[in-house]
């Protein structure tokens, strides 16, 4: 009954806010303190019973009465923090002024004539709202005095954290708390795991929503691929002015890295209890994801080799970029590796008992995280790579590549799984560590196949490629680089693998998809170079290929024979119009999916989803993708010693340009990949502008004579065609003379045959490594606040509010 009471008051009291005309003078604490001193209400009622329309009312007609609103709310947090919320009645304040902040500040920011306003100082406030005008604090704008309001209610005694007093008496002085004694979880540079207390993560939830409430106003502004414009609520929270910065990014990191939604493994368990771990290590790792996007793209010094704790090594300004990039402790690396494999992992996990285990659904969050590290931490790149634990990470990326294949809600999804799988094949360890054999078998609708975890890369991009949505096509080319990058390590394809390449190559070389645009031929380009990797550098273990190149012999024929006479060409182009299907999908030889698996579907109609730019005649677009494959990679090339060298411009080959880099180092895998400032992706202004020049020039272009003859020159088919000239009379005469029809036989053949002084002389190794710039920054950007944006529903924080990064549209 009191808690309706309480409701119907501050129901009341919003009333009475919107309808009052005149000023309410700050000083009248009976009116303001009906929205914090004495209601129940939780961060839900607060949502229901303060609409949006009567808030942006206020903002619009009574704005001097929403200043004092905010300006209040604030001051009770300061007051708070600098008290340390001794009663029961100050804890439920703070609580109350975080949930009516967190109500509010979406409708600030919307309005570009407020958004500046937190920034101001309030006449006659003091940092603390007290009356010490001459202290030097006292001009702090409004903003920064909540984020160190909210920082220091973090680490608040029997409020946030465990208290360390000695006695009911002893007291403990918010101003001289040492907060690194107060880190929430043990992990990186913390040992003591302290005692779980369900209202302290509860109250830290509603702080950190808040947190990153305040940090949201970076999606009121539209997209913008200048990295210079910094989130000034990020910089200053990140900054040495916040001195509890060390240990709440240890606390963010470590909560989320120890984090076991399975718990003790009791069945149903999370339908019995209540996990409110599982609500703040969402906030968490949100809350670092967005602290940590603000250096995207700029390149740092070197990870320092002293402890963390040492302040005065040179790092970037943003101090939670600083700190992740000085982790360097094995132990460290291992507690964060296996924290976030073990929840990548989570949704995967079968069970006998249908829904018995909990699912927790934020691994697109996670694996923005795990991108920051690899980025911001090379030494901790090194480490994943060092051993097959990286293979905890890319079995759970295969699953949701191939679970979102279809559904176009999670085209960003796609592409932050390629781009960490493009990062990893640029290092030499990654191809080393798939030979290991795949023996977990994760549910997923690919055919069934005994290998390694190369096959299941191969099969599971093979899957995109033939029966993923359209607008997943400007990926073909990354996906394909990264089997480029890793083929030479790879010892032994299984056939099903084999013949998965082998259908991509047919289906990309017939001469209707080469002629129909004029990037198409560098997909064959791209599997070809990967079947000379193979067979110059691991020729003894991958019979399966071979036989699979001699039975397909007709498509390499076909293409070094390819027509380019324009009436071939034109008759090529008719009898594409006749069938549109860019790739048969019955000719793959489909087998039977792994048992316990389920199609790939579609998103439901209704689905929210995210976007940057809709193009012309499409429902639904985020068009992040990158120009072309060579603009987001740079080519090294391996020398014989085993070291990467430079790759002259003059000498790269036909397929795609790539920007160039020294590299150095590749015999392990502390490579340092050089970065430039070429933009890959667009803003929204320049991606208008594509759009009418290349709407004019698709319907121009067309394919020449002199365009085909200019790249089917240089296809690379010596190596191959030197293997059929060799190895099919060899073949043929085997099954004469034996009356052979059984494959295992012909098999054994080639595992024991050698082409060994038959071949070319070997080429080079050509790797290209992921190469960072502004506009793969501006697409983590939108991508991340995106998926904040999907996340947060309940409560619905910037639901129905005018943001400007990306469009909200329904499926």
Not at 124 to 135: H, K, L, N, S
Not at 217 to 237: C, G, H, K, Q, R
Request: proline share 6%.
């Amino acid at each position: 009954m009191g808690n309706t009471d309480s409701k119907l008051n501050f129901r009341k009291a919003v009333i009475q806010l919107t309808t009052k005309t005149q000023p309410v003078e700050a000083t009248d604490d009976a009116f303001w303190d009906q929205f914090w001193a004495d209601t129940a209400t939780t961060v839900q009622d607060v949502f229901a019973l303060v609409p949006a329309a009567e808030i942006r009312a206020v903002r619009e007609e009574s704005p001097s009465n929403l200043a004092t609103l905010c300006y209040k709310a604030v001051e009770k947090l300061v007051q708070a923090a600098e008290s340390g919320c001794p009663s029961e009645r100050e804890k439920q304040v703070v609580l109350n002024c975080s949930r009516m902040l967190t109500r509010i500040l979406p409708y600030i920011f919307e309005d570009q004539d407020w958004r500046g306003f937190f920034w101001s100082t309030v006449p006659g406030a003091g940092r603390a709202g007290t009356d010490e005008m001459d202290d030097d604090d006292s001009a702090r704008p409004l903003a920064e005095s909540l984020l160190l309001a909210i920082a220091d209610l973090l680490f608040c005694p029997d409020f946030t954290v465990h208290s360390h007093r000695r006695g009911p008496d002893s007291v403990e002085d918010m101003q001289s708390i040492d907060s690194c004694e107060y880190i929430w979880e043990a992990g990186v540079g913390f040992a003591q795991s302290p005692p779980l207390n369900y209202i302290h993560d509860l109250n830290r939830s509603e702080l950190l929503r808040l947190l990153l409430t305040c940090f949201s106003e970076a999606m009121y502004l539209p997209p913008s691929s200048d990295n210079n414009i910094l989130n000034p609520w990020v910089t200053f929270f990140c900054s040495t002015e916040n001195r509890h910065a060390l240990p709440l990014f240890t606390s963010l990191v470590n909560v989320v890295c120890a984090y076991d939604p399975v718990g003790y493994g009791i069945p149903y368990n999370h339908l019995l209890f209540s996990d409110y771990r599982e609500q703040l290590v969402e906030q968490a790792v949100q809350i670092l994801i967005v602290t940590l996007e603000h250096e995207g793209g700029v390149a740092h010094r070197p990870a320092s080799p002293s402890s963390m704790d040492d302040q005065e090594s040179v790092g970037p300004d943003n101090l939670f970029v600083n700190y992740l990039s000085r982790i360097h402790r094995e132990e460290d690396y291992d507690f964060v590796l296996k924290g976030l494999a073990r929840l990548l992992t989570n949704p995967l996990t079968q069970t006998y008992l249908p829904n018995s285990t909990k699912k927790i659904q934020f691994h697109q969050e996670l694996l923005v995280l795990f991108w920051k590290l690899c980025d911001f931490n090379k030494k901790f790149l090194f480490f994943v790579l060092k051993s097959s634990d990286v293979l905890d990470i890319l079995v759970p990326i295969l699953f949701y590549l191939n679970d979102s294949r279809a559904d176009q809600s999670r085209v960003g999804l796609m592409h932050i799984g390629v781009f960490i799988l493009l990062l990893l094949s640029g290092e030499r360890n990654f191809g080393v560590r798939l030979n290991k054999p795949y023996s977990v078998h994760v549910p997923m609708d690919i055919p069934v196949f005994t290998g390694t975890h190369a096959d299941l890369l191969v099969v599971v991009f093979h899957k995109i490629i033939t029966s993923g949505h359209q607008r997943l096509q400007p990926l073909f080319d990354c996906l394909l680089t990264i089997i480029v990058n890793v083929s030479p390590y790879l010892k032994s394809l299984s056939m099903v693998a084999a013949n998965k390449l082998l259908h991509l190559l047919e289906a990309f070389s017939t001469n209707w998809f080469l002629f129909s645009a004029s990037q198409n031929h560098h997909l064959v380009f791209f599997l070809l170079e990967a079947f000379n990797n193979i067979i110059q550098y691991q020729f003894d273990g991958n019979c399966n290929l071979v036989y699979a190149i001699i039975r397909k012999r007709n498509v390499f024929h076909q293409l070094a024979n390819l027509p380019s006479d324009p009436g071939s060409i034109q008759k090529a182009l008719q009898r594409k119009r006749k069938s549109p299907d860019a790739i048969s999908r019955t000719s793959s030889q489909e087998t039977v999916s792994m048992e316990g698996s389920h199609p790939a579907v579609p998103a439901e109609p209704g689905t929210l989803k995210t976007s940057l730019v809709a193009m012309p005649g499409e429902r639904w677009c985020l068009d992040l993708l990158p120009a072309a494959i060579d603009k987001l990679t740079e080519q090294s090339q391996v020398s014989e010693d085993g070291t990467m060298v430079t790759v002259p411009k003059k000498d790269s080959p036909p397929a795609p340009r790539t920007d160039h880099a020294a590299v150095t180092g590749a015999s392990d895998t502390e490579s340092n990949s050089g970065r430039d400032t070429e933009d890959v992706f667009y803003t929204e202004a320049e991606m208008e502008r594509r759009r009418v020049s290349s709407a004019s020039t698709v319907s121009y272009w067309a394919a020449t004579p002199d365009w085909v003859l200019s790249w089917k020159c240089k296809l690379p088919l010596q190596t191959i065609m030197r293997l059929l000239q060799v190895l099919v009379p060899q073949v043929e005469k085997i099954c004469i003379d034996k009356g052979l029809t059984d494959e295992s036989e012909i098999l054994k053949f080639l595992q024991h045959g050698t082409l060994v002084g038959l071949l070319p002389v070997p080429h080079p190794i050509l790797i290209r490594k992921y190469q960072a710039n502004a506009g793969t920054a501006m697409w983590f950007r939108t991508y991340m606040w995106g998926v904040v944006y999907l996340r947060n529903v309940d409560p619905p924080i910037w639901y129905d509010t005018d943001v400007r990064l990306f469009e909200i549209q329904r499926m």
